[in-house]
């Protein structure tokens, strides 16, 4: 029977420091003769998504992004600052 503090090896396979590590746990999980062939798949699933962790991802690539200089225009286009618009909608608010 398990003490309280046993940890699974799946739970060691999560908090492997390296694919090392993982490896060694998978060669001990396969020595366990009773294990379910669901057990089995937890454990090397839980290995591929470890590993994927330890594993350093490329960064994105950063492409300059060309800066065009903006005019200003002579008549705005935008209601955003209307004041109309605010006025009427404060109208109609009470």
């Known amino acids: 029977m ?19 590590e993982i490896n060694k746990l998978l060669a001990e999980g396969k020595t366990y003769d ?3 062939i669901q057990t089995k798949s ?17 960064k994105a690539e950063v492409k300059p992004v060309e800066v065009v200089a903006e005019t200003s225009p002579t008549k ?3 209601k955003k600052g209307d004041k109309k618009g605010k006025e009427k909608y404060n109208a109609n608010k009470h």
């Not at 503090?5 to 060691?12: D, I, P, T």
């Not at 937890?42 to 490329?58: H, M, S, V, Y």
């Open 2 to 20: 398990k003490s309280k503090n046993a940890v699974g090896l799946k739970e060691q396979i999560k908090k492997a420091k390296s694919e090392t």
């Open 76 to 78: 705005s286009s935008s």
């Open 42 to 58: 937890a454990w090397k699933n839980a290995a591929k998504k470890r590993i994927n962790e330890l594993t350093p991802q490329p």
């Open 34 to 36: 009773e294990a379910s």
